[in-house]
């Protein structure tokens, strides 16, 4: 029996040709010595075919196909699914739409002409499938497929555009397994599109001659072409224009007559802040308005601060240094702008650098600042100056010639910065360190052109030396 088998494939061997095994086996094509060229190789059939279709030979050109090759012998049905793979699976948009995208793990089965979703991989044919649990099925006719970066930050990502305007992406972190079912689908989608039927070099796939075959797939195939889905939504849209462009100007110039009556008819800013609808602010306000509406030389809200902190604060740690709550800062500076009863000895002030905060902040927001502009640079000139004796006779006359609001405001806050220095052992404050606090924000120039470093350098120096010297600048006084 030995013997015999031997003999038999000896015998095979000798064949020219490769004849197809039975049902599910591989079928291999033996080199012999008279076909030199021909080179050892197997080939797989993905197509699910028939157990009593007999087996044919397969031509050479077609040994080396891809295992995402669509096709079936002769008129298979090739809207059986195929064996797929799992892939990353996201629909961005539906019919024009855009969608919220979430990726989702699928398994992907490519048909003849469409593309299915599967949510398990044993789900391989439409058989099995439960009522009620049935795949997505993407249409490929007239699709796109094209490889994008834009719409999602993985990597080896694809985009399905297809003709109904619905968008996928599928992506797979394994480039050459992508690549393939990129190619596969879109392979698939531009034979659907041009209708010219299934593509020579398939696995299973006969050449046809006959005339019959070549009228079915004629009378297949559609004799126009659609337009496209925006082509259509643009010629709705431009007929709906046409439709109601008269209605819609007529519309447009009701609103517009409808808004000038609005405006002719609106009070003016005066009446509204007679009657209290508008009220001027504090914060931001220039000091000459603002005293000027007060009927004062110092705005009532310095006040009210300095008399606090020097109520209860004087030997706070850190005083106008320490940041308060920027939060409660803007809730004390609202009530301010809003000319509300303030009591600043309330709980909701029990912080005191809430108040000191605030003050600094009334500085920083005037519009312009305590030392007027067209000071700054004689300010600065001054503090150069060699002599002591001359220095502080410039910088007092500098000081008498500010105009009374500003002076009277920089008298009460020099005299109060003072008293914070008779306490520098509990609150830890220097005349350096409250220099550098006040520097940029008592002062700085209209146009900062120059040298910003050396512009608060100089800040610094003015607001210390004049808090040395304040008793001779500002005398003894009360403001």
Not at 365 to 388: G, N, T
Request: proline share 5%; hydrophobic share 35%.
């Amino acid at each position: 029996m030995a013997g015999t088998r031997i003999t038999n494939m000896q015998t095979a061997a000798k064949q020219p040709g490769l004849v197809l095994p039975p049902h599910g086996t591989v079928p291999m094509r033996i080199k012999t010595t008279n076909s030199s060229g021909e080179r050892l190789s197997q080939t797989k059939s993905m197509v699910i075919t028939e157990p009593e279709a007999p087996g044919k030979p397969i031509s050479r050109h077609r040994r080396n196909q891809s295992q995402h090759n669509i096709g079936g012998p002769g008129g298979a049905d090739l809207s059986v699914p195929l064996q797929g793979v799992y892939l990353n699976k996201a629909k961005i948009a539906e019919g024009g739409k855009k969608q919220r995208k979430n990726w989702t793990s699928a398994w992907v089965v490519l048909g003849s002409d469409h593309l299915l979703f599967y949510k398990e991989s044993k789900q391989e044919t439409v058989v099995n499938l439960k009522p009620g649990n049935r795949p997505d099925e993407v249409d490929l006719r007239g699709a796109s497929v094209e490889w994008t970066k834009d719409k999602s930050s993985r990597k080896h990502v694809i985009q399905i555009t297809t003709y109904a305007g619905d968008e996928y992406l599928l992506q797979s972190d394994d480039f050459p397994t992508i690549s393939k079912w990129r190619d596969a689908i879109k392979q698939t989608a531009d034979r659907s599109c041009s209708g010219a039927g299934r593509p020579m070099g398939r696995p299973g796939m006969q050449r046809s001659n006959s005339t019959e075959y070549l009228s079915r797939r004629t009378s297949e195939a559609p004799a126009v072409k659609e337009p496209k889905p925006e082509h259509r939504r643009s010629l709705m849209f431009s007929s709906a224009k046409l439709k109601h462009s008269a209605s819609d100007s007529a519309d447009k110039n009701g609103v517009k007559n409808r808004l000038k009556k609005f405006i002719s008819r609106r009070p003016s800013m005066k009446t509204l802040q007679e009657k209290g609808l508008i009220k001027d602010r504090v914060f931001g306000c220039h000091i000459l308005t603002l005293c000027s509406r007060e009927g004062t030389t110092v705005p009532k809200f310095i006040r009210l601060c300095i008399q606090e902190v020097e109520r209860r604060g004087l030997q706070s740690d850190g005083i106008y240094r320490v940041s308060g709550n920027l939060a409660t800062i803007q809730k004390l500076r609202f009530m301010v702008d809003q000319e509300e009863e303030l009591n600043l000895g309330d709980s909701q002030w029990e912080d005191i650098h809430v108040i000191t905060g605030a003050l600094k902040m009334f500085f920083r927001e005037l519009p312009e600042p305590l030392f007027p502009f067209r000071f700054f640079e004689q300010f600065v000139e001054s503090i150069k100056i060699k002599d002591s004796k001359q220095k502080v006779q410039v910088v007092k006359k500098l000081v008498h010639q500010l105009p009374k609001p500003n002076h009277n405001t920089m008298k009460l806050l020099f005299r109060h910065l003072q008293k914070i220095l008779c306490h520098s052992v509990k609150n830890l404050m220097s005349t350096q360190g409250i220099s550098i606090v006040f520097g940029p924000t008592l002062m700085w120039p209209e146009n900062d052109s120059g040298n910003m470093a050396v512009n608060m350098a100089y800040q610094n120096q003015i607001i210390e030396y004049i808090l040395i010297e304040s008793r001779e600048i500002f005398g003894t006084d009360d403001v």
